[in-house]
């Protein structure tokens, strides 16, 4: 059981260049959310999706674009990637959205994306 | 403004000693959950508190939801090398809030 999966694991561009971050979940999940981690910063939402053909902003979505075409994968796009989009970026996914009720379900993580933009 | 602060940002002991890492707000937290998350990995949950004056119990780390479900405390006994990591806390403050995490106590244990 793979969990979720997150492609590439690494990632260097330059300012302006666009990408695409891809998270694959074999759970059938509803639930997917994409995260930066920063040093001092702690895990921040970017976007995050109840279900497929859904999104929605999170606490900080500037600069990025997200899709849930399919249920199972949740892209993360920089149409011009800057050196503050410099981070790893996390997704996970979750059987129940947690921030809905008093669930004890988890969010699954996948090992991350480390992206830097010179 | 960080809604959930948790401390010591770093603690380095000695592994047998026991420690208490802290996850305090001025916000009432309807439920919180605490991860770990090793170097190169996505963070792992451990466990969700959600009735104020909790404790739960996982092997050696107590977890504690303060009474005015304002704070949380991870307490191990013991430490091993293997608790080594970043401890996150995270917490919603309504039902239909956003997930909130603080930014972590990087712990390390000293064989």
């Known amino acids: 059981n793979a969990g979720v999966t997150q492609t590439p694991k690494f990632r260097v561009l330059k300012t302006g260049q666009s990408m695409t971050l891809l998270c694959a979940q074999d759970?059938?999940?509803?639930?997917m959310y994409w995260y930066r981690q920063d040093p001092g910063m702690g895990l921040r939402l970017i976007h995050y999706?109840?279900?497929?053909?859904?999104?929605a902003k999170g606490e900080v979505p500037d600069g990025y674009n997200v899709s849930r075409l399919k249920k199972q994968n949740f892209l993360l796009g920089l149409e011009s990637a800057a050196p503050s989009q410099t981070s790893v970026y996390f997704c996970?996914?979750?059987?129940?959205?947690?921030?809905?009720?008093?669930?004890?379900?988890?969010?699954?993580f996948g090992d991350g994306t480390r992206l830097s933009i010179l | 403004t960080q809604l959930l602060e948790q401390s010591p940002q770093f603690l380095s002991i000695q592994e047998g000693e026991n420690l208490t890492v802290y996850c305090n707000s001025s916000?009432?937290?309807?439920?919180l959950q605490w991860y770990r998350q090793e170097p190169g990995e996505g963070p792992v949950l451990l466990v969700t508190?959600?009735?104020?004056?909790e404790v739960k119990k996982l092997k050696r780390l107590t977890f504690q939801f303060g009474d005015a479900r304002k704070d949380s405390s991870l307490h191990i006994t013991a430490a091993q090398p293997g608790d080594t990591g970043l401890y996150l806390c995270?917490?919603?403050?309504?039902?239909?809030?956003?997930?909130?995490f603080g930014k972590g106590t990087r712990l390390h244990i000293l064989p």
């Open positions: 996970a996914s979750s059987r129940e959205f947690w921030s809905r009720g008093d669930s004890n379900q988890p969010q699954h």
């Open positions: 759970m059938n999940h509803e639930y």
């Open positions: 999706s109840v279900g497929e053909g859904t999104t």
């Open positions: 916000s009432v937290f309807s439920s």
């Open positions: 508190v959600v009735t104020g004056g």
């Open positions: 995270a917490g919603k403050k309504n039902r239909d809030d956003k997930i909130i």
